[in-house]
């Protein structure tokens, strides 16, 4: 019986005391690690993403964002607290709901990890393009090297693939000499941010809010506050990263709790802040079709539409949205500055998602569900170099070709899933091991955990139908995997319930 597999916390908690990886960050560092993974594309791009679903009422879609990711990480902080070994919500599901749940869910959690990086990539591309080639040597790349053929007379995404393979290459040879850098990186986009409110809060006018919902609460087919929500979801989910290093973290009962729910205060007071100096300052209006309905973001029309002259000032028109702002404001010089601390910055967040896919493949291969090769560790950079080759090479290809907004909500979508499944988890927990020491108890659990699930899913339904369709047709194939692969070579279902033998030594970013 498939849905009988289940691996007890117990059992999962000795399989990672057998088999465990390095214990060695603290509360701060969990916190950098997540405002590391948080602060990136979402807050340095999407916003003109956001702008053209819901327009200034994109303000809104960050509450609404932020509201279901605060539930959801008050789920994920009490069952990483009692389980505090890698693999979020995958190894959630495989103590609670069994084998195949799990499956389905660390298949989600792939496709998040993967498709996100390229979202990152393509988002760095935009900076890289605009701040650094264009405005500071004065070379303007060719369009069919800087745009996939979503744009029309654009080819490839060259600056995302070469970004992408770059960060590749550095996991390759050493995640603990990539994690050196990363505090810096935080600090610099935190400093970015900061100076970006400072500069545009003053300078705010209440007209440019007006009108406030232009697509309404509720659109059809992404659009509205409630369908740009489904989009800037995907700017606060790099708290999950944080309970994905749990097995690598000082006193997790006290310090996963610390580091989920920290980064998550920070970054959501930063998104409101710059959102309302964006769109106070130029203004924040979608552009419509000749049918009154606005133009899908990424498409080919609304890249026509922002080639015509008078719009090509628009904030949903810009591929670097905050140096824009700051640029159409007067203070071009710290609109370049921007740029830079996008380009210097963004790559630290492909690199923490792409860490925290390879941490996905290790739980996934250390359980039989996966080919043992994909965790096999490099002799001399002592890092699982197969799977981040792979990973690496999908990842760079969807940043070619596709645009940034389609990649965030396909990433969504997995994400949304992994999201829910962490909620049933915690009210079977609840209802099945009362008793079991929980270092840390979610408040009002029986009110949080079904917010979470309904938010959820209420995100999922409000992202585009070329979105929502990803998710089943992904989860299709990696059921047919398990069964041709993983249903056999399950060390559970082999009775070997506390894994196999490979000893894995991956230092995460920030460990050292």
């Keep these: 019986m498939i849905f009988g597999r289940v691996k007890s916390l117990d059992a999962i908690l000795a399989t990672a005391e057998k088999k465990s990886l390095h214990r060695s960050l603290g509360a701060f560092q969990l916190t950098m690690l997540g405002i590391g993974c948080v602060i990136g594309t979402g807050i340095f791009v999407l916003t003109s993403a956001a702008a053209q679903k819901a327009g200034p009422g994109m303000i809104l879609s960050f509450i609404v964002a932020g509201a279901v990711c605060v539930v959801a990480a008050l789920c994920y902080a009490e069952i990483a607290a009692m389980a505090p070994v890698a693999g979020s919500a995958y190894t959630y599901t495989y103590s609670v709901m069994g084998e195949l749940l799990a499956w389905t869910v660390g298949w989600a959690l792939i496709l998040e990890y993967a498709v996100a990086a390229s979202a990152v990539s393509v988002g760095w591309s935009g900076y890289f393009s605009g701040s650094i080639l264009r405005e500071t040597f004065g070379i303007d790349l060719p369009l069919w090297l800087a745009a996939g053929p979503y744009v029309p007379g654009g080819f490839i995404n060259l600056p995302a693939v070469v970004i992408s393979l770059l960060v590749t290459w550095l996991l390759m040879i050493g995640t603990t000499e990539s994690a050196r850098v990363n505090a810096v990186l935080v600090t610099i986009k935190v400093v970015a941010l900061t100076a970006f409110v400072a500069l545009t809060l003053p300078k705010t006018h209440g007209g440019n809010f007006e009108p406030f919902l232009p697509t309404g609460i509720l659109g059809s087919n992404g659009l509205g506050v409630v369908g740009a929500a489904a989009t800037i979801f995907f700017a606060y989910v790099g708290f999950d990263a944080v309970s994905t290093a749990a097995e690598e973290t000082k006193d997790p009962q006290r310090n996963v709790p610390i580091g989920l729910i920290a980064s998550l205060g920070i970054c959501t007071v930063f998104y409101m802040l710059v959102a309302a100096g964006a769109i106070g300052t130029i203004g924040g209006q979608p552009l419509f079709g000749a049918d009154g309905v606005p133009f899908t973001t990424g498409s080919p029309e609304l890249a026509r539409a922002c080639l015509i002259p008078a719009n090509a000032q628009a904030l949903v028109c810009s591929n670097e949205a905050l140096a824009h702002v700051l640029r159409q404001i007067g203070y071009a010089n710290v609109g370049n500055w921007m740029g830079y601390a996008a380009g210097l910055a963004l790559p630290s967040v492909i690199l ?113 139908y070329e979105a929502m369709a990803v998710l089943p047709i992904w989860g299709a194939v990696g059921l047919v995997i398990y069964f041709l692969y993983g249903y056999r070579k399950s060390y559970l279902g082999r009775g070997m319930a506390d894994g196999g033998e490979t000893d894995i030594d991956m230092a995460p970013p920030g460990a050292h």
């Design 352 to 464: 923490i998602l792409m860490f925290g896919q390879t941490r996905i493949f290790f739980v996934m291969s250390r359980d039989g569900l996966l080919p043992e090769v994909l965790s096999r560790v490099h002799p001399k950079w002592k890092t699982p170099y197969i799977v981040t080759a792979i990973t690496g090479v999908f990842v760079a290809f969807a940043a070619a070709f596709l645009p940034v907004g389609q990649l965030a909500d396909i990433a969504n979508a997995g994400t949304l899933y992994a999201f829910m499944m962490v909620a049933i988890a915690l009210l079977i927990l609840r209802k099945r091991e009362p008793n079991r020491h929980r270092p840390f108890r979610t408040p009002a659990a029986w009110i949080v955990a079904p917010l979470t699930i309904v938010g959820c899913i209420g995100l999922y339904f409000s992202l585009p």
